[in-house]
């Protein structure tokens, strides 16, 4: 499958050359999008440099800094309007390691809908969480795989591959979440349409370069979500 790999990107100088090199060495008939928020550290330059040396690497400027779900719905809908076939989302931190692209695009090759890179199916891992930040998301999984009727373990999970066709069903340019709470509401519409997930486990590994972008307050808000989608489908299902 022609295949796109969209990179959302912001003040990731540390580690976007190293990152695209891995991807174009491990998927090398992929092409790779960065989407960059126009960070102030130079990240989208140092993409472009890649780019030129490497092939294969396109860069989506963008003016300001958007939010994730902002810059996934800008890298997917051009990957759709591009043709792609398939399309994968992952971060540029390397807490998704590009050596599992192949096992997630054969899941898809197999006929899966989407494949996930799972923190909690069998073999799946974080190896260096601390208990309450793990226990924090597993039960968040917990609550929203109940909430929301979902068919996966890792609900929350950034590393997927979905086919495009599938990503035209749910409408993904109308998807409105922002912040991780997009990666949730994708999972949503997923589950409504009947789709077929697979998961893959993967070790998820915390940056070493870099600041994280997560805080109490992304997080409260992809439970609010959360919790108002799965009242909503309650009550059409009571009408």
């Known amino acids: 499958m022609r295949t796109l790999v969209v990179v959302p990107t912001y003040n990731e100088a540390g580690n976007i050359e190293a990152l695209l090199r891995q991807v174009r060495d491990t998927v090398p008939s992929a092409d790779i999008l960065v989407v960059d928020d126009n960070s102030p550290d130079g990240t989208a330059d140092l993409a ?82 601390p208990p309450l930040r793990r226990a924090l998301s597993r039960y968040g999984n917990r609550y929203a795989v109940a909430l929301l009727g979902l068919d996966v373990r890792d609900a929350t999970a950034g590393f997927r591959a979905y086919r495009a066709d599938l990503l035209r069903e749910i409408r993904v340019g109308t998807t409105r979440a922002n912040g991780y709470g997009f990666l949730m509401e994708l999972a949503h519409r997923t589950a409504q349409r009947g789709a077929t997930a697979a998961e893959v486990p993967i070790t998820f590994t915390d940056r070493v370069r870099g600041t994280s972008k997560m805080s109490v307050r992304i997080m409260v808000e992809s439970m609010a979500l959360v919790t108002l989608w799965g009242a909503r489908d309650r009550l059409r299902r009571a009408r």
């Open 48 to 129: 472009e440099a890649v780019g030129a040396d490497a092939g294969q690497v396109k860069v989506l400027r963008r003016p300001v800094k958007d939010g994730l779900g902002n810059a996934y719905r800008a890298g997917l809908s051009h990957g759709l309007d591009e043709g792609y076939q398939a399309l994968v989302q992952m971060d540029a931190d390397f807490s998704h390691d590009p050596a599992v692209l192949p096992e997630l695009l054969a899941r898809l090759a197999d006929g899966a809908d989407v494949a996930i890179g799972s923190r909690y199916v069998p073999g799946g891992s974080i190896p260096h969480w």
